[in-house]
Structure formats: structure tokens, C-alpha cells
């Protein structure tokens, strides 16, 4: 199996595998909110973890972890307490959905047929939060983010940003006020992300029973998970460069494997290391059908097998028919070149059958 998924979930590092064994075994299962020795070694290591997850984002805030950056992202807009919220159009639908239960008149931001959301698009009046993720997991596109942010102070509003795709890639916002990140979109273990909350600013927690997680989110922690996120983080610290160049060297090579093909979304301002292309005719059933030796995406994976054609396609100006025929190809630090080739070979050879 050629993995090319990357936007969905990433591999488990084996520097996280290693970290979390011992969590995992006889001397490291304490409950780390317990008083003993064992419950203090774990808390200990959830905290080593959390300044390892913390040196990714930016100073003056602290990391609560969640489940994952869904929960980071509910904590966040509902544990605001605004009343009127403005969301880019092509936002993850843990931002979307969350963002219409809490307001159901959310304004919603347009983006241009590359996939950018304009800094100088205006902000309605009233506005208390506005969230724009900084890399779209969907075309790669990179957004502004710290534009968008000085807009929404300077409209009076709160500023949220999912770099669940960016983190431990680009500097996130520093500018923004709150933060959410996901630990397994970085090597990191599925069950796990944080939010990253601006000193000074007071959340209303959604999960009661315990206050465990600095009140904000009660229930028991898992050492485990959280040394498994903080040795991904620190970990893409470490690499950042060298994944950096390895990702641009496949872009470049998967760009001259799809001749033919219509790349969706900015080919400057995006994360390369996410390929969306579309070819005219194309019935992507079949495509995925035929080559099911290979894993990639239609689309994101909270909305595989919906059957809808993407809301981001749709918000670049697409028809249902055009973003019907798009597929989306995710590498990263574990991908090697040939690889690539020989999953560009046999798509091109089974998107020819499949027109």
C-alpha cells in the first residue's frame, strides 16, 4: 500500500510510539491526577509534554489538551460566550457546523477561485469571533491568517485559528487568540489535540465532573497520548527544515507526474506538501476503485462516502459536476520519491479508463 493521505491523518513517528510505551507499561499506568508517586511521575510527564506542544505555538498562552482539535475547536467557540461569529467559506466542518450551532446567522467569508480569503474583506458589525483556518486541509491554500487577525481586533472581535494542517510546519498567528491543533496531523497519536488560549482570556468549559484539565475540561488525562504529542511536536521542531525541503522536492516531482490535470487552489500561497487535482470527466469512483492499492482522498475524510461534492471546491467557483472530478494526494516526511511515481503511474493509467 502506497500511503498519499497525509491530510487525513499522518504516521505514527516512531520517536512517538517510543514515548508513549512507557506510559503504556507496568510502572507508568497512574492516574496522573492522583497525589502518589506513580500519579506525579505521569502529571510530570503530561507536562513535559504540554511545554513540548507549547513550543510550537505562539508565547503568552497556555495549551489545555482535548480530545482532539475538534473539542479544541467547540471549546473555543462556545466557550467564548460571543453571539456573532464570521468563518471563511471553506473552513473544516468541526469550525462550519460548530460555528452555526452557536450563531445560526454565521457570516461567512468568501475566498477567491484560488482558494484566499482577502485580508481587506469587510468584517459585518458585530462580529465577536472570527475564525479562519491557516492551511485548508482540503486544496493546501495558506491564508493570510495574521492580517485576518489585526481585521478582527481592529472590528472588535476575537480571532480562532485551526492550524491543524500548519502546525509544526509554518509559525502559526501570533497574533491570533486562540489556537487549535491536532497531535496525529504530525506524527503524533490519534485521541489528542489542544487549544491554545491567550493569556487574559476566560473560557466557559463544555465538559464538567473534575476540572482536571486546568477547569477548562474535566476527565482523566492519558500520560500516554500526551508524551506521544509532545515527542511529535518536539520532534517536528527538530525537522522542520529537512521535511520542509523533502516536501518541496515531491511537490516539484508530483506537479511534472499530472500532466493534463487542473490544479485547485493558489499554486504559490499553500502548503505543497497537499496536491488537489481535477481532470475533466473524471468518474473518481471508479478511479479509487481501480486503484486500491493506493490511499488518497476525494476530499476530506470527515466527509468521505457523503456522496456532496466539497464545499471548498464549491466556494472556488467549481460546479458540482467540475469538483466531482477531484482528488487530493497528502505526502510528507515518510514518503519517498518512488513511491509517488509508481502511485502517479497507476493513477494515470486508471483515470484514463475511468473517463
Known sequence: MIYLDYQATTPLAPEAREAMLRWLGDDGFANPHSPHRPGRAAAAAMEVAREQVAALLPPGGRVIFTSGATEALNLAILGCGVKRI???AIEHAAVLDTARFADPACAVLPVSGAGLVDAGT????????????QVNNEIGTVQPVEALTDAAHAAGALFLCDVVQAAGKLPPPANADMIAISAHKLHGPKGIGAL????GLSLAPLI???????????GTLSPALCAGFGAAAALCIKLRETDAQHVKSLWTLARSLFPGWTLNGDADQRWRGNLNIRREG?????????????????????ASGSGRPSHVLRALGLSDREAKTAIRLGFGRYTRAEELERAAAAI????????
Not at 469587510?122 to 483556518?133: F, K, Q, R
Not at 491554545?196 to 493569556?199: A, E, G, L, M, T
Not at 464538567?208 to 474535566?218: A, D, F, M
Not at 494515470?348 to 473517463?355: C, W
Open 86 to 88: 464570521a468563518v471563511s
Open 122 to 133: 469587510p468584517i459585518p458589525e458585530g462580529t465577536g469571533l472570527v475564525a479562519v483556518m
Open 196 to 199: 491554545w488560549v491567550r493569556d
Open 208 to 218: 464538567h465532573g473534575g476540572g482536571q484539565e486546568q477547569g477548562l475540561r474535566s
Open 282 to 302: 473524471l468518474d473518481v469512483a471508479r478511479l479509487m476503485s481501480d486503484c486500491r492499492n493506493i490511499a488518497f482522498s476525494a476530499g476530506s475524510a470527515c
Open 348 to 355: 494515470s493509467v486508471a483515470a484514463d479508463g475511468a473517463l
